[in-house]
Structure formats: C-alpha cells, structure tokens
C-alpha cells in the first residue's frame, strides 16, 4: 500500500498564545542543522523502517509538510528537502502534496517553488477574518493578506486550498463569528478545517485562565457554550454552502477531502520526519508505530525513536478512536471479520441510547452531539476495549 510522508517544521514566527504543540521561535541559526538531521532521516528511511519491525513500500501518494510554518524556512532549504524526497520515494503523478504556510510567509520563490516541485494543495492558518482575534492570539496577518495569499496561490496554478478557523478565540463573538465564516465561504475554498480552541494548561493562554488573569485577553475568551455554538453553526452553514463535513473538524467539497489526513483516520501507512513526527507500519504481526523525539533539542542531537507494536488489542482500539471521527462511520460487519466485538455492543448500545451514536445498518457513526463530545465517546471505547 503506498505510504503518506509527513514531514515537521517546527518553527514559527511567533508563538501563539493557546499553543503547546512542539513548534515554537527559534533561531535561524538551528534551521540548516534541522534540515540536515530530515535529510539524513529521508535517506535512512528503510533502515529504520525495518529496525522498528514495520513493512514500507518505496510508493507515496500524498506528502504533506505541518508546522509550525514550513515556508519559515530559506528556499534552498525547502528545495533540499524536497529533492531528498524525491530521490528516496517513488512519488505517485498524482500525489497529493500539501503544505502549510502561515498568511504572510508566502513570497515569490516559495510559490515558485511549490510549482516546481508539484505542490498542488496549500493549507492556509487563518484562524479568524477578524483582524483584531487574529492579532489577540499571536498572529501576524491580517484579512487583507489571507485574501492576497490566496490570489497569488490561484494565479499559480494551486487552487486545491484549505482554510483553518478556530471558534474560540479571544473577543469572538456570534456575530463576528458569522463574518469569518461568510469570509471563508466567499473565498470559495474547497476546504475547510473549523476547530473550537481547547486551551491546553500548558500553554500561556491556558495557565493565565487558570490564574484568572486578563494577560493574552483570557477574560475574552467565549465560554464552552457559545463555542459549541460557533462549531454548529459553521457545520451548518458550509453544508447550506455546498461544503460538506467528512471528518470532526474537517468540511471540503466532493472530492476535495484531505487524502494524507484519511490515512490517519483509516489506519493506512504513513512514515514521519522531524520532530514529534509520527509514523504507522503495518509489520508481520499487526501495525507498529513509532515517533522522534518531541524537543528539538533532542531531535537534532540525534536522539532515538519511540517504538510501540501494535497488537489486536490496541488496533481495535484505534479502529473505533480513529474511525468515529469520520462522518462516514465504523462498519460494524468488516470490523468483525478481524476483531471479536462481543463486548463492545453494551457500550455501543449504550453510546445510542446516550443519543452520542447513531446506527444505520452495521454502521455506527457519531450524532452531531457525539461530535461536539468526540472525547467522552472516545474514552468510553478506550475503557471497555482494555
């Protein structure tokens, strides 16, 4: 089966305030280091693949650079990892090749770049149209950028686009949420990815809420309430636009659903470089999974690999966490032929009478209030399936 590449960039121009993921500042005296260690990973990438217990095929289908914001990086130095790419991996005509890129970082050669190399799909880290929500969490753009990016993107030749909004934000509210998503839906974007903002403890947003302090606009942040209002109306009103929701937090137009974040949610393989870079096997036994490092020190020191196999029971664990958070739903009938599900109906039953499952047939799949409580549904399969 072909593989999906991820490949991490963890830099950012700035930290925003409701982040804790391993991206963060730094130096750009560390960024050709970095590179280098990805290149070395590309190369060694049997290798590995075969000390982890894992079987990869040399055949990719999609590619897709996350950040942090990828297009942080000098050219030279996008091209090399591309090339390293390209000189590794037998990568599909037809590939899907995404990257990500904050509004504003997108210059002349970097577009120039993705034409050469093949990217045929840019996710965009909007977050909100509303300049001041935008700036409140850190961000450097402002709406006239986003709409600018997305001109320059289009007259490229790159039209697959992806748009992120966060419901949440700091100052936001119901109508200026209604302004944002009418933005989005007049860029006639085929994608679309709305998250409602879960403050990490950890992050500078999240400990000054707990402090109850005003720093970073905290007492702006909207209640859990309202937020789960913002979530429904936006899965309303990209319906109502003709932009359908396959996934929790994901809305594209027919035929436009993100094909490398499908392999996470249907268990395809995939391998990971950079730091806290994931990767999926499927091995002689079952599946293995295995991660880099998540500090950047760590990573460029050369630190080793996690390693977890993945046994039956794990993987009917991930068939339900994974699998549920697509609209389309877990196929009780084809589970079945290769885990034992007996013990999982009461709580199934129990999710429906909840009213957080629905079932149709031998699927099950999440209600639009199982979606807003994905995780309570998760943790419940968790419990029962150890």
């Known amino acids: 089966m072909p593989l999906g590449l991820y490949i991490s960039v963890p830099f950012c121009r700035t930290k925003c305030t409701y982040c804790n993921f391993a991206s963060d500042v730094f130096s750009k005296a560390v960024f050709q280091r970095y590179v280098d260690r990805i290149c070395n990973d590309i190369a060694q990438a049997p290798i590995t693949a075969e000390q982890m217990g894992g079987l990869a095929d040399r055949t990719v289908d999609s590619v897709y650079f996350g950040g ?59 977050q909100s149209f509303v300049d001041q929500e935008a700036s409140a969490v850190g961000r450097l753009h402002n709406r006239s950028t986003v709409l600018d990016d997305i001109t320059r993107l ?24 209604d302004f944002s ?22 992050s500078r ?80 036994d079952a599946a293995v999974r295995f991660s880099t490092p998540d500090t950047l020190e760590q990573y460029v020191a050369g630190a080793s690999f996690n390693h977890n196999l993945i046994d039956l029971e794990a993987a009917l664990e991930e068939t339900f966490f994974l699998g549920l958070r697509l609209n389309r739903g877990v196929d009780l009938d084809q589970v079945a032929h290769e885990f034992d599900l007996r013990r999982l109906i009461p709580i199934i039953d129990e999710l429906i009478n909840d009213a957080l499952l629905e079932r149709q047939g031998s699927v099950i799949r999440l209600t639009a209030r199982g979606r807003l409580l994905s995780n309570e549904v998760f943790e419940r399969f968790l419990a029962v399936a150890k």
């Open 205 to 284: 947003l999240g400990r000054e809420l707990i402090a109850g302090g005003t720093k970073y606009h905290a007492h702006f942040v909207p209640d859990e309430d309202l937020t789960a209002n913002m979530y429904e109306t936006a899965c309303d009103r990209l319906r109502a636009a003709g932009i359908h929701q396959y996934e929790i937090s994901n809305f594209a137009r027919t035929g436009f659903e993100s094909r490398h974040n499908l392999k996470y949610w249907t268990r395809q393989p995939y391998l990971g470089f950079g730091v806290d870079a994931h990767s999926m096997l499927t091995s002689r």
């Open 181 to 202: 998503l009418e933005q989005v839906i007049a860029t006639k974007a085929p994608h679309v990815s709305v998250y409602m903002l879960e403050v990490d403890d950890e």
């Open 154 to 177: 289009r007259d490229a030749g790159i039209t697959n686009l992806n748009l992120d909004l966060i419901a949440g934000l700091p100052h936001q509210t119901a109508q200026s949420w």
């Open 68 to 126: 942090g914001t990828p297009t942080i990086l000098d050219s030279s130095q996008l091209e090399r990892l591309f090339v390293m790419i390209w000189q590794n991996f037998d990568v599909q005509a037809a590939a899907e090749i995404t990257v990500e890129c904050a509004p504003g970082t997108l210059t002349a050669s970097v577009i120039e770049l993705f034409r050469r190399h093949c990217v045929n799909r840019v996710s965009l880290g909007v």
